[in-house]
């Protein structure tokens, strides 16, 4: 990392402001597993529920140090052919093609069968070499000249078995190709890692014992707050104690999918839209969609706005 970064990651305070001035707001806990993921070369798993800035942190580092964020978004079926590398195979049936057309110059001089098999041998090794090689994510990562942040997305959607591809690439910040060797990262460019967990299934020992762990839940009244006023500012303070008020209070309710942050961003900037400046019932029965995803949720709500509508209006 430049002296630069060396700068802006040199305190836990001073990551917590670099990142408020990209409108993420953290708190020390957030701040200090940057600091230390930094400080001691290693990945960072972030769990939590989804929609509380698992991912847009790792994004956030990445623009305050000015880094390449490399993403690699997990889904079930994962393989090293997507997120390690694979042959560019076209490429090499074509050296393949010139190959035979030549094989009359390449084989000129040879005697016997054991020189001309010696001779194409030569050849064989060339069409498995980093220039037919097409680098994904990990790989990219590894290679990047100037350091980069990596975001392993959603690592529970993945499978076990590509929980194990991984543990190489962060212990040791390298990855074994069988046909080439290990490729190292720049010791002094190591990548800073990230990966992401909705909790869908349990991650391994393995992988955890190389990460630092940090669990991002849902905000208090006061941190949501500061949230919507960095990502929405035109929101006025009394609607914004409003609606942050009513989104806390419906998060108390048993239902399938609680609002995240995301939703309570997505309704802020509704309610602006809307050129609302106060809360009531039949606003907030227009809009429950925007913050509820299943229509069952919002049948569950819908007979208890009234209500949570006037807990949010009456004043502190």
Known sequence: MTIERDEQLASIDTIQSGLADLNYISNHQIATAVFLAYHLDKPVLIEGPPGVGKTELAKSVANMLALNCIRLQC????????????????????????????????????????ESVAKLHEFGDVFFSE????????LKALKEEAGCVLLIDEIDKSDHEFESLLLEMLSDYQLSIPEIGTIKANPD????????????REISDALKRRCLHLYIPFPDADLESQIVKARVPEVPEELRRQLVTFIQALRELDLKKVPAISETIDWAKTLILLHTESLDSELVKQTLNVILKFQEDIEAVTGEVQMLTN??????
């Open 75 to 114: 889904y079930e079926g994962l393989d090293e052919s997507k997120a390690i590398y694979e042959w560019k195979y076209g490429k090499q049936l074509l050296y393949t093609q010139v190959l035979k057309e030549t094989l009359g110059e390449i084989l000129e001089g040879a005697k016997g069968l054991t």
């Open 189 to 200: 460019r190591k990548p800073l890692v990230f990966l992401t967990s909705n909790n869908t």
């Open 311 to 316: 807990k949010a209006t009456k004043a502190p």
């Open 131 to 138: 220039d037919f090689l097409e680098p994904r994510p990990l």
